[in-house]
């Protein structure tokens, strides 16, 4: 009772101690004071250096630790159930077997320390590993090399005081950024990206020779990664991750690789759900991931597969972003580090415990010369009798040791007792059958070893240098990038967002919305667009779409509004107040404030627009202007062109038509563009076109001008260039497309085994077509949009025979212009060793050039050169692989 009663006092009085301050009349602070405090602090400080934030020593989590130092303890060389290492784990942790097992399934599925046999789950698919009595695990040979080193590991006993256990563990390698580390403690967290096993060694080596280095993410899921604001991996940094999309044919896209931080499952459901939103429009979807990812798209026919694949990085988590934050435990306390600092804290401490083995290396190496030394001795100079007449255990010692006196000058070390006690123990059979010449050897195999260990130590760095180099040998094999880096190009969601709802406008009563399906349709839009809205006194806004919104009375014009949009032209004549006079103006609208009015006259009231159109490619129509009879006005119509006009800022006054009354204003003609020809770039970092000027210039496009893209596949198409277009990393030629210009092409002809000559002209407006043979060995090796290209043959050198010199080759007198699906003229039949495209002839050419008499070939047509001759086998094989030679 007594007990109880103190309690109930203690308690009283740390309740006592909370002191409430009044910040206002309906807010308090609370201050939590007493055993709550200590309570909280401990816990905090449990969590964050027993269970979820790793060391920067080794790199492992306590949990992980002790399943590493249980994989040592069981380690047979076979492999374990995974149950009894959990269970034989649980005299060191003091939590529940499931947690173990899910720590160890994490390890293993990353491929590195534990060599796995069984389902241990699929880290694509999300499929968790089997139950841990059904799989089995060992340590990894790379693991049993890096990981441990009993001789220099500091232990400490376990929670229950019956073992020892690792502080941590001399792990010689930078594990923590291999494998990653991710964990949430109370009032901080860490997530440490993996990187990549061999880039992890080319920096440790580059830190130990001093020169700078970079480290940046790589996922075992693959996928894509934009790592500009990575930040070295500390707080305050972002990567964004994408899935790799590929189109196989107009209707079909095909995921190969998933970001990191998803599977299969959640990616397919984020699809599907954009998929109901509207927000992308597909027919159906097909897993097909097995050991490697394989996620087919099928689209609906007229769905851009461009525009698609830009709207599902948008709207699913085929793109993410991942946020890093490099904290790790040194000496007992949080830090707060970027990954090069992390690496090069464990490459010092590489060198530290390389040094620490090597010591003590030496130092057993050097015990085993000294007693080979002293047991050479006290055989060959027959010591051992001195004994015989000895009768306590004292003489003996005493005997031996003053035999061994006179012939142990040269040792490194004074001769102890138990030197002369090992002596003792030597049997009568060793010291029978002792040959002096191995023992001699063996003293200088002795020698030598001490020697080396001492030159590596005198040479720290280096033998670190080499044993980093030794380990990727070992085990770098098929551990190369997955992750592709790539810096990524923005997508406006509004730019690729499906056309999901219609969009109804009421001009009367000046309500514009989705909902007014009674009323006048304007065309369709999605519920994340902007809409632009001009009424008949010349008020304007911007609105985002909604179900019903009232913007003013007497709409005239309503469309989705376009962010940035320097194209759309609009074209007005107002008149400026009640009796003022008619002004006329041509501006465009690229920024604005939602939801705001702005006014495109002249600000008087009564101001009233006469004539308005919108022009997306600003075109310049003509108007005819008629006023009304008013006094002498002799000039009653005339007509005006708005490509007189210059474009300005919508707050512009614009020029003046007429001071008189205006009648009606009519249009005479259409008009056609007067915008300039836009300039069109190709980034190729991010492999996107664009209008900024960042690249290279692709020329100037009209709106019927088209892009010719050739593939190192042998494809060749032609494309509207459009900004969301993407591009096959396998593309070799992208050229603004002159119709009339041909194309030459050298092609391996797998079938007949021979180069192969052809020129063409694309004659298919956007459709793919093949212009070498499909045989499966046939491959492109040159390819040239020179109007007169000419070509360097390289020739192998025959046995026996003097090489044959280079020859050059014009192509436009070689061949004539055939159709696309021609097979072309046979090159040579001499065995070649390159071809090389060389600068092409000079050639002038004007608009008024055309490509005449055009051959039409079929592929089955005879060549025309070297159709009897014998099929070369020895020159190029397809095997070599293309070469691709072109400007």
């Known amino acids: 009772m007594e007990e109880n009663d103190d309690l109930n006092e203690e308690n009283n009085e740390n309740l006592s101690e909370e002191n409430t301050i009044n910040t206002d009349s309906t807010e308090a602070l609370t201050r939590v004071t007493g055993m709550y405090k200590d309570w909280f602090l401990d816990y905090a400080s449990y969590v964050i250096l027993e269970r979820a934030v790793p060391a920067i020593e080794d790199g492992f989590k306590p949990v992980q630790r002790r399943i590493m130092h249980s994989l040592k303890e069981l380690d047979d060389g076979r492999y374990n159930k995974v149950a009894n290492v959990v269970g034989h784990t649980m005299q060191y942790h003091p939590h529940g077997d499931a947690s173990i097992a899910d720590a160890m399934v994490q390890i293993g599925q990353k491929d590195l320390l534990i060599d796995t046999q069984g389902n241990w789950g699929n880290i694509l698919t999300g499929d968790r590993a089997a139950a841990s009595r059904y799989i089995e695990a060992r340590l990894s040979k790379f693991a049993l090399e890096v990981v441990f080193s009993p001789k220099i590991t500091e232990w400490q006993m376990s929670y229950d005081g019956r073992k020892k256990e690792p502080v941590n563990l001399p792990v010689k390698f930078p594990l923590l950024l291999a494998q990653g580390a991710e964990g949430i403690a109370v009032g901080l967290s860490t997530k440490i990206l993996p990187h990549n096993f061999i880039e992890l060694i080319d920096a440790s080596i580059k830190h130990l020779k001093g020169q700078r280095f970079k480290l940046f993410p790589d996922f075992p899921t693959a996928g894509i990664i934009d790592v500009t604001n990575y930040n070295d991996g500390l707080r305050g940094g972002k990567i964004r991750v994408r899935a790799k999309i590929s189109q196989i044919d107009k209707n079909t896209l095909v995921i190969n690789e998933i970001p990191y931080g998803t599977n299969t499952g959640t990616l397919i459901d984020s699809i599907l759900k954009a998929n109901e939103k509207g927000k992308i429009k597909i027919k159906k979807i097909e897993d097909n991931t097995a050991a490697d990812v394989e996620i087919l798209i099928h689209l609906p026919p007229g769905i851009s597969p461009d525009k698609t694949i830009d709207a599902l990085y948008a709207f699913t988590a085929c793109e993410s972003s991942i946020s890093p934050l490099g904290c790790i435990i040194e000496d007992n306390k949080p830090l707060f580090i970027g990954v090069t600092e992390m690496l090069k804290r464990s490459t010092d401490s590489t060198v530290d415990l390389l040094k620490q083995e090597l010591e003590i290396q030496l130092g057993e190496l050097e015990e085993q010369w000294h007693f080979a030394s002293l047991e050479r001795i006290f055989i060959e100079n027959r010591i051992y009798r001195d004994i015989e007449e000895e009768e306590t255990w004292e003489g003996v010692i005493k005997a031996i040791d003053k035999g061994l006196a006179p012939f142990t000058q040269h040792l490194k070390r004074a001769v102890t007792e138990d030197d002369i006690v090992r002596l003792t123990e030597i049997r009568i059979k060793r010291i029978s059958k002792f040959d002096l010449d191995k023992a001699q050897q063996h003293l200088e195999s002795l020698q030598e070893r001490i020697a080396e260990v001492k030159n590596n130590l005198a040479h720290l760095v280096e033998f670190t240098i080499d044993y980093f180099k030794n380990l990727k040998e070992t085990y770098g094999k098929d551990r190369g990038r997955l992750t592709e880096i790539r810096i990524f190009d923005d997508i406006e969601a509004t730019k690729v967002v499906i056309r999901n709802t219609k969009l109804y406008v009421n001009r009367e009563e000046g309500f514009v919305g989705t909902s007014l399906k009674k009323d006048e349709y304007v065309t369709d839009c999605s519920d994340i667009d902007d809409i632009i809205v001009i009424t008949n006194d010349g008020q304007m806004m911007v609105s985002k779409v909604d179900s019903k919104i009232f913007v003013g009375k007497g709409i005239i014009h309503v469309a989705v509004f376009k962010k940035k949009d320097k194209r759309t032209t609009y074209n007005l004549v107002y008149k400026d107040g009640k009796s003022g006079p008619t002004y006329i103006k041509r501006f465009n609208v690229t920024s ?190 040159v390819v040239a949009t020179d109007w007169r290209p000419l070509i360097e043959i390289e020739f192998s050198k025959p046995r026996g025979k003097d090489p044959k010199e280079n020859e050059e080759v014009d192509l436009e007198n070689f061949i004539s212009i055939k159709g696309i699906k021609a097979l072309g003229n046979q090159l040579t039949t001499e065995k070649v060793k390159n071809i090389n495209l060389l600068d092409p002839l000079p050639y002038e050419h004007t608009a008024s050039d055309n490509v005449e008499d055009i051959e039409v070939v079929d592929e089955e047509d005879v060549n025309t050169t070297g159709e009897n001759r014998e099929p070369d086998t020895e020159s190029n094989s397809p095997e070599d692989g293309p070469r691709t030679l072109f400007d």
């Open 592 to 781: 604005i404030t939602r939801d705001r009015l702005y006014d495109l006259t002249n600000g008087k009231p009564n101001s009233q627009v006469l004539y308005f159109s919108a022009n997306p490619n600003g075109e310049a129509e003509v108007i005819t202007v008629l006023l009304r009879q008013v006094g002498s006005i002799k000039k009653l119509k005339w007509d005006i062109d708005f490509s007189d006009v210059l474009i300005k800022g919508r707050a512009s006054k614009g020029n003046i038509v007429t001071k008189y009354p205006v009648k009606r204003i009519e249009l005479k003609e259409k008009g056609v563009s007067t915008l300039k020809p836009r300039k069109i770039w190709f980034d190729d970092v991010v492999r996107r076109l664009n209008v900024d000027g960042r690249g290279e210039l692709l020329g100037e496009f009209k709106g019927d001008d088209l892009l010719l893209i050739i593939t190192q596949k042998g494809v060749a198409k032609t494309i509207v260039p459009v900004m969301t277009s993407h591009f096959d990393d396998d593309m070799i030629v992208m050229e603004k497309w002159i119709p009339e210009k041909p194309i030459s092409a050298v092609y391996w002809e797998g079938e007949k085994e021979r180069f192969y000559v052809k020129r063409f002209v694309v004659e298919s407006e956007n459709k793919e077509e093949l212009f070498i043979s499909e045989h499966p060995k046939s491959y492109l090796e």
